[in-house]
């Protein structure tokens, strides 16, 4: 079965350091692989998405990157937090080939920037 | 205009009663899919139930099942027989036409709380 790893699951990050968020998938190839953020009480914001090692699509324009090294490897970066980059980050993944093109998602990491 | 609305913020319900969560959406796409999500209070988002726009029978999964009607554009979500362990976040979300390049569109929520 599949599953998929976030980590950290906590970080706290002063504003202007850099960051790195990452997230595996494992028992499945080629996943389309997510990064989301959600603020304290607000719904989902899709930040990145892969379709493929290499290829990352930005929904929004931020502070901060995705990079996709490996097939299941999922990375958020940034070089220099700011405040508002605190949230709640989900990493998920779904299948293209699947009927439904469900999205299943990670534990999270909980960012605070101060 | 709102793609995904879920109007109840909030919600109170005795152990054991059935509940509804209400979601509308606008789509002018023929093919979509519509999921639901748990977020309990450790944050993770739990897959539930998936419809799909040309499925013709409702959604079932367990105790969840999904009150489609196409023509009013809703998909509620039915949770019979509440358990405490049902407490949380439940969001619906959207996925519209084949070539939407995999984005989910995001309901605000609905806080369910399950009083014993």
């Known amino acids: 079965s599949q599953t998929i790893h976030q980590w950290p699951a906590t970080l706290v990050q002063p504003v202007g350091s850099p960051l790195s968020l990452e997230c595996t998938v494992e028992?499945?190839?080629?996943?389309?692989l997510y990064w989301y953020r959600q603020a304290a009480g607000r719904g989902l914001q899709l930040l990145f998405y892969s379709v493929g090692i290499g290829q990352i699509s930005s929904e929004v324009p931020q502070n901060l990157s995705a990079s996709r090294p490996q097939d299941r490897q999922f990375i958020l970066s940034s070089k220099k937090l700011l405040l508002s980059d605190s949230g709640f980050y989900l990493c998920?993944?779904?299948?293209?080939?699947?009927?439904?093109?469900?999205?299943?998602f990670g534990p999270g990491t909980r960012l605070t920037v101060l | 205009a709102q793609k995904i609305t879920q109007t109840q913020p909030g919600m109170f319900v005795q152990e054991k009663e059935a509940v509804t969560l209400d979601c509308t959406y606008d789509t002018s796409d023929q093919s979509y899919g519509l999921f639901w999500y748990k977020q309990p209070s450790s944050g993770e988002m739990i897959f539930l139930i998936y419809?799909?726009?040309?499925d013709e029978q409702n959604a079932t999964e367990g105790r969840y099942s999904l009150n489609f009607q196409k023509a009013r554009k809703s998909a509620n979500l039915v949770i019979s027989a509440s358990q405490l362990g049902d407490s949380a976040m439940y969001f619906c979300?959207?996925?519209?036409?084949?070539?939407?390049?995999?984005?989910?569109?995001w309901g605000a929520g609905t806080k369910l709380i399950i009083k014993p």
């Open positions: 419809q799909g726009s040309y």
């Open positions: 028992g499945t190839s080629n996943p389309n």
């Open positions: 998920a993944w779904s299948l293209t080939s699947g009927h439904t093109d469900t999205q299943y």
């Open positions: 979300a959207m996925r519209e036409g084949r070539d939407s390049n995999y984005q989910l569109i």
